[in-house]
């Protein structure tokens, strides 16, 4: 049976090359479903759970990895983010009316317009956060990632992502290599070459191959860099968890000026709904008096 909503870890044995294969499906189904997307919108929002995925997957971290686009065109917020044991959760900002500029493309230009790709690593109020920024210049998120590695010094790393809506629900795919060059080195010829020649590979993985739901991760790893020997480690596994709740609403109310959340009551109730899960959380007007008694 092919695993589903998985991180695949990997070595490449002939260059020591590190990687990590994505597979999605109901978790994309799951996220997705939450909410009625458009298809253009739903297609960029899955491309960039993945991309998460991919990107939170190649650190080590105990907190809550945060990818974001930002454009001014139809769509003008994409959001995912992951914590460190699998939880992932995503969505997605658009202009309804201006959809049709997109004329049903499904590019980071016709949806997004200019902006920028922002990822940021929270490990906790006693830690310094990480973020890196790149312009959305790709026609695909991933592709405005890979510009962002192609200028650090501090990380290389090639990408290559799918995703499409299949008679069973949405598929994604995504394989990530990287190195960790050694500033006090050189970095030998034939290093180069084994770099040259992996991204090559990388490079013609088809979308089918990464979504297609009857190929395993492990059998499209080996088709791609047999040649060159693939090691492939234990997956981990990647769910749908949202982290809202009750509590946190309530937390968050408390915190407001009592007249300002009550100018919010309609027919004397409080609605608040959760952007990535959907969940509507609700406070009557005992329910509110009881919040400030407290």
């Known amino acids: 049976m092919v695993a ?7 070595q490449i044995e002939a260059s020591g090359l590190r990687g990590r294969l994505v597979r999605f499906g109901p978790l994309l189904d799951d996220i997705l479903g939450r909410h009625a997307y458009p298809e253009p919108v739903a297609h960029l929002l899955a491309e960039t759970v993945v991309l998460t995925a991919l990107l939170a997957s190649a650190l ?10 930002k454009g001014d065109g139809p769509v003008r917020l ?10 992932v959760r995503a969505h997605a900002v658009f202009d309804e009316a201006r959809l049709a500029e997109a004329e ?4 980071v230009p ?34 405005c990632a890979q510009h962002y590695f192609r200028q650090s ?29 050694d500033p006090e080195k050189e970095v030998p010829t034939d290093r180069e070459d084994d770099w040259r020649r992996s991204m090559v590979l990388l490079g013609s ?46 937390a968050m109310l408390s915190s407001l000026p009592r ?18 899960c959907n969940t509507r959380y609700v406070f009557d007007e005992d329910q509110l008096a009881a919040l400030y008694a407290a």
């Open 4 to 10: 589903d909503d998985i991180v695949l870890p990997f």
């Open 60 to 69: 080590k971290y105990e907190g809550v990895f945060t990818l974001q686009a």
């Open 78 to 87: 994409v959001v995912a983010d992951v914590t460190a044991d699998g939880a």
């Open 104 to 107: 049903g493309s499904t590019t």
């Open 110 to 143: 016709a949806l997004m317009g200019r902006g920028h790709l922002a990822f940021t690593v929270d490990q906790g109020a006693d830690t310094e956060r990480y973020q890196g920024i790149v312009d959305l210049s790709g026609e695909t998120l991933w592709e």
């Open 153 to 181: 010094e501090q990380l290389q790393a090639g990408l290559r992502s799918a995703v499409r809506l299949t008679p069973t629900g949405w598929r994604g795919g995504g394989i990530m290599l990287q190195r960790l060059p």
């Open 205 to 250: 993985a088809t979308d089918d191959e990464l979504t297609e739901p009857q190929l395993a991760g492990e059998a499209l790893l080996y088709r791609l860099f047999n040649e060159d020997g693939v090691r492939v480690f234990a997956p981990q596994p990647m769910r749908f968890s949202c982290r809202c709740s009750r509590e946190r609403v309530t």
């Open 259 to 276: 007249a300002e959340v009550e100018s919010l009551a309609v027919d004397g109730r409080v609605e608040v709904d959760c952007e990535f």
